[in-house]
């Protein structure tokens, strides 16, 4: 059974950063991509990072280019997001996912099979 387990959300002040972290288990992690997401009240899931199985590559929202930095550590089982800058429109929902390493579908919600229960970011102004 896989699973993954976000921690590290909270409540920080604009221009403050956080580090989430998710924990998999019950799949080989070093053999798939991973990716966050986030779901603000009111909207539709959306692409945050994305990683490839190897760590080589890493993709990005244009929305958090710059500010946010997404990592693995395949020895841990464990990926990361980083998040610099925060502005009170990061305010959201984050959620970890693993998926196949897919060429071109790696910010895409159907790509990913397993998903995190969330972890709740907010950001004051």
């Known amino acids: 059974q896989v699973q993954l387990v976000e921690s590290g959300g909270g409540l920080v002040q604009a221009g403050g950063s956080l580090r989430l972290s998710c924990a998999a288990s019950?799949?080989?992690?070093?053999?798939?991509?991973m990716g966050w997401f986030r779901q603000a009240p009111g909207k539709e899931r959306e692409f945050v990072a994305a990683?490839?199985?190897?760590?080589?590559?890493?993709f990005y929202a244009d929305s958090v280019k710059g500010r946010f930095t997404i990592s693995r550590d395949n020895a841990k089982n464990t990926v990361y997001l980083r998040m610099n800058s925060l502005k009170p429109e990061d305010t959201a929902v984050y959620y970890c996912a693993t998926g196949p390493q897919r060429v071109g579908a790696l910010a895409a919600t159907s790509n990913f099979d397993y998903w995190g229960q969330g972890t709740q970011v907010t950001v004051s102004s």
């Open positions: 019950g799949r080989t992690f070093s053999s798939y991509a």
């Open positions: 990683i490839t199985w190897s760590g080589y590559s890493t």
